[in-house]
């Protein structure tokens, strides 16, 4: 596994280098205490690297934004951040950092970094990525199905095929899948729950299938295969009765189906 440690403080960086050089499946392609020649050099060597160790708090180029610029890149390293500093943890799950590791940290941190890099796939991949919405909801990814940690995840992601890629504002999902709590609260739970479906779907490699905006969210409706799309093109045979029946919200779109089969 090849790992590179961007960090500005030259004694970070010898730290860190002489922990990862004790763990045998590491090789250490590089070191850098500029955030500028680290990015460039990854953009010169793009896919060869398997893991970056990114310090937060750097002059010039800080490392959330660095992160940022990672993401519009084809086969980008996996991001841990290493740092001092507590209050970034959540501008680092925003960039879809594998770990965030504390200042002092232990040999048994970086362990555990290095076994979430690989249970992550490499984002870009040509995964196949399919939805079935009859007459459950299920994710599979090369036909193999993807397993939610959380249920409100799973649901999140469910009633954003559901609306077939159209942009849906946070307000509208907190009414439909938290209707049960306050609108304040429903907005933070809805951050859990969409940092939680983002993280799954970055295991699985295919976090380009979710696009999150300020107020809004969607699901890239062409990234995947889905017979609820089908079913909307004419194979009505599809539908038998029942539809992502889990969820409340889809019993409207159950009536209109099966009014639309008594039609028939």
Same mark, same amino acid.
């Given at each position: 596994m090849?790992?590179?440690?961007?960090?500005?403080?030259i004694?970070?960086?010898?730290?860190?280098?002489?922990?990862?050089s004790?763990?045998?499946?590491?090789e250490? @392609? @590089?070191?850098?205490?500029?955030?500028?020649? &680290?990015?460039?050099?990854?953009?010169?060597?793009r896919?060869?690297i398997?893991?970056?160790?990114?310090d $937060?708090?750097?002059?010039?180029?800080? +490392?959330?934004?660095?992160?940022?610029?990672?993401?519009?890149m084809?086969?980008?390293?996996?991001?841990v951040?290493?740092?001092? *500093?507590?209050?970034?943890?959540?501008?680092?799950?925003e960039v879809?950092?594998?770990?965030?590791?504390?200042?002092? /940290?232990?040999k048994?941190?970086?362990?555990?970094?290095l076994?979430?890099?690989?249970?992550?796939?490499?984002?870009?991949s040509?995964?196949?990525?399919e939805?079935?919405?009859?007459?459950?909801?299920?994710?599979? $990814?090369? #036909?193999?199905?993807?397993?939610?940690?959380?249920?409100?995840?799973?649901?999140?992601?469910?009633?954003l095929?559901?609306?077939? +890629?159209?942009?849906? &504002?946070?307000?509208? %999902?907190? *009414?439909?899948?938290?209707?049960?709590?306050?609108?304040?609260?429903?907005?933070? /739970?809805?951050?859990?729950?969409?940092y939680?479906?983002?993280r799954?779907? @970055?295991?699985?490699?295919?976090?380009?299938?979710l696009?999150?905006?300020? +107020?809004?969210?969607?699901?890239?409706?062409?990234?995947?295969?889905?017979d609820? /799309?089908? /079913?909307?093109? #004419?194979?009505?045979?599809?539908?038998?009765g029942?539809?992502?029946?889990?969820?409340?919200?889809?019993?409207?779109?159950? @009536?209109?189906?099966?009014?639309k089969?008594d039609? %028939?």
């Amino acid at each position: 596994m090849k790992a590179i440690i961007v960090d500005d403080e030259i004694r970070a960086v010898r730290l860190l280098a002489t922990l990862l050089s004790s763990i045998e499946e590491v090789e250490i @392609a @590089a070191e850098f205490n500029n955030s500028y020649e &680290a990015l460039e050099y990854i953009q010169n060597f793009r896919g060869e690297i398997d893991i970056l160790f990114l310090d $937060v708090e750097m002059p010039g180029l800080d +490392g959330i934004s660095m992160a940022g610029e990672l993401m519009k890149m084809p086969d980008p390293p996996r991001i841990v951040f290493v740092t001092g *500093y507590a209050k970034y943890a959540y501008e680092a799950w925003e960039v879809e950092a594998v770990d965030y590791i504390l200042k002092p /940290y232990r040999k048994a941190n970086i362990i555990h970094a290095l076994e979430r890099c690989k249970s992550f796939r490499r984002a870009g991949s040509p995964h196949k990525v399919e939805a079935r919405c009859f007459p459950d909801f299920d994710l599979f $990814v090369d #036909g193999n199905p993807v397993n939610f940690p959380n249920k409100k995840a799973k649901e999140l992601l469910a009633y954003l095929v559901h609306c077939e +890629g159209k942009w849906v &504002a946070t307000g509208q %999902i907190v *009414y439909d899948i938290f209707g049960e709590r306050d609108e304040e609260k429903g907005k933070k /739970y809805y951050n859990v729950v969409s940092y939680r479906l983002r993280r799954t779907l @970055a295991e699985e490699g295919i976090s380009d299938l979710l696009e999150v905006e300020y +107020g809004k969210c969607r699901v890239h409706s062409k990234r995947l295969s889905c017979d609820y /799309y089908r /079913y909307l093109e #004419g194979k009505h045979e599809l539908f038998q009765g029942n539809y992502m029946q889990q969820y409340s919200w889809a019993e409207p779109a159950v @009536a209109m189906m099966l009014t639309k089969a008594d039609k %028939i």
